[in-house]
């Protein structure tokens, strides 16, 4: 994702656009979002970095 050595904040956010997490995550490669409190179902991830926007969707199923 070309996110290295910046600052990125990072929103987990379900379906109908409510914002679950949102984390500033500076000069990592690595985040740890807790899943097991929320639901089974599809999730979007959200990364802003610079004048970029990426949105991933992801499905939580356990």
Not at 21 to 49: D, W
Request: proline letters at 2%; glycine letters at 4%.
């Amino acid at each position: 994702m070309g996110i290295q050595e910046q600052d990125c904040i990072i929103k987990l956010i379900d379906v109908s656009g409510k914002i679950l997490i949102e984390e500033k995550v500076t000069n990592s490669n690595y985040l740890q979002i807790p899943i097991h409190q929320y639901s089974n179902g599809i999730y979007f991830i959200q990364f802003q970095y610079n004048q970029t926007m990426e949105l991933k969707k992801i499905m939580i199923n356990q």
